[in-house]
């Protein structure tokens, strides 16, 4: 089975095109074989490149662990990268249905090369019933239910959250310091704390200033990664949701940064960044 490894500001994931070759038969043990960084290729996830009759392309997303999520940021542009370098279409307006929806692909070709691509990623879904959550609104920004600087106890501490759906669910919580933070303790009682049903990704922030945020970000089913396109988006929102940034920010999370665009006339919120090849390869199954 041939693939190839790419990453979007070191989100990697491992890509099959399943256009040209069959879908692989159990895609979630799949994941988990692969994407093990000490007996498989090591990766954050499997993704499927497949046939759409609804739009240009469709993809399929696996998280390291098997779970299959709706979306991911950095993935859209790596397949925006993928089909437009590869010759499987001369388009650089690209349609691609995700478990999210169809998301549109704006591709920055220089020469022969993607060197960047604008995904509009939609519109953020702020109801309690998009996340989803079950988390009592009692700090309503505008009597509209909105979980917006939510108090959430956790182990006695009370953390200030924000939720925010990019089809996939988020829980922003912004801090004073970063870099220090005990992800790896804190990100997992996130993830599966009782009021997200479907588990939540959650990002941990610092507003450098208005236009600048820092992020880091516990990924649903992955553990910390170097970078969560979704999350970015998701991070913005919650900055303008509760006063901190204005609409167009640069986000820094660890593998790089992040252009994100909260449209004031239509909604939706805009993502650009790089995505790149790492290596092809062929998996012995």
């Known amino acids: ?22 879908i692989p038969a159990n895609p979630a043990a799949l994941s988990r074989r692969i994407s093990d960084r000490h007996f498989g290729i090591g990766s954050d996830g499997l993704v499927l490149i497949c046939p759409s009759e609804r739009a240009d392309f469709r993809m399929r997303m696996y998280n390291a662990d098997g779970s299959e999520s709706e979306m991911c940021g950095n993935a859209t542009r790596c397949i925006g990268k993928y089909v437009y370098e590869r010759g499987m279409t001369q388009k650089r307006n690209v349609s691609l249905e995700t478990g999210a929806g169809i998301r549109h692909l704006k591709l920055n070709v220089e020469g022969s090369q993607v060197a960047s691509v604008e995904v509009d990623m939609g519109e953020p879904g702020l109801n309690p019933e998009d996340i989803p959550t079950s988390l009592a609104a009692n700090h309503l920004l505008d009597k509209s239910g909105r979980i917006i600087s939510e108090p959430l106890l956790i182990e006695g501490r009370e953390f200030r959250v924000t939720c925010v759906s990019m089809g996939n669910p988020h829980c922003v919580i ?3 310091e970063t870099e220090n933070w ?5 990100g997992p009682k996130f993830e599966h704390h009782a009021v997200f049903p479907n588990g939540t990704n959650t990002e941990f922030a610092k507003v450098i200033d208005r236009q600048h945020i820092r992020m880091r970000v516990w990924e649903r089913g992955s553990g910390e990664t170097m970078a969560c396109g979704t999350g970015a988006c998701a991070t913005l929102a919650a900055g303008v949701l509760n006063g901190l940034t204005d609409r167009k920010a640069i986000l820094q999370l660890n593998g790089g940064d992040l252009s994100i665009r909260w449209d004031e006339k239509n909604n939706h919120i805009y993502m650009t960044g790089p995505a790149a090849f790492v290596f092809n390869g062929e998996w012995p199954e």
Do not use: V
């Open 1 to 22: 089975m041939k693939f190839t490894k790419m990453q979007g500001i070191g989100n990697d994931y491992i890509y099959l095109d399943c256009i040209n070759n069959p």
């Open 174 to 176: 912004f801090l004073n």
């Open 182 to 186: 005990p992800i790896e303790k804190w």
